[in-house]
Nanobody, 124 residues
Framework: VQLQASGGGLVQPGGSLRLSCAAS?????????IGWFRQAPGKEREGVSC????????AYADSVKGRFVITRDNSKNTVTLQMNNLKPEDTAVYYC?????????????????WGQGTLVTVSS
């Protein structure tokens, strides 16, 4: 299975961006969690949000709760992260990944299939 993240770009503070994660190929059968992670310059990669592919349950990091919304479209094998009211501290490379489940804020150790990153820059 391959994961393809897209949708990053430059946006002003307070603006919005929508990231997409498209899955292709076999291998997702037992990967029920799709997570978004981000890594800012000089910082460790952190979990942002995840969604359970079958029951649709979600989890968010406190730093993005109320601003980001994660959704799924199983017919297209895509997961979308709608990011609103973006702040400069949201600047990072964003990655999507597949793991066994989505319970709580995604932990990098629980996700073993990774897509390439997409850069989000929030700046005026």
């Amino acid at each position: 299975v391959q994961l393809q993240a897209s949708g990053g770009g430059l946006v002003q503070p307070g603006g919005s961006l929508r990231l997409s994660c498209a899955a292709s190929g076999p291998g997702l059968d037992f990967k029920f969690g799709i997570g978004w992670f981000r890594q800012a310059p000089g910082k460790e990669r952190e979990g942002v949000s995840c969604i359970h592919r079958t029951d649709g349950s979600t989890a968010y990091a406190d730093s993005v709760k109320g601003r980001f919304v994660i959704t799924r479209d199983n017919s297209k094998n895509t997961v979308t992260l709608q990011m609103n009211n973006l702040k400069p501290e949201d600047t990072a490379v964003y990655y999507c990944a597949a793991g066994i489940y989505c319970i709580g804020v995604p932990d990098i150790k629980e996700y073993d299939i990774w897509g390439q990153g997409t850069l989000v820059t929030v700046s005026s």
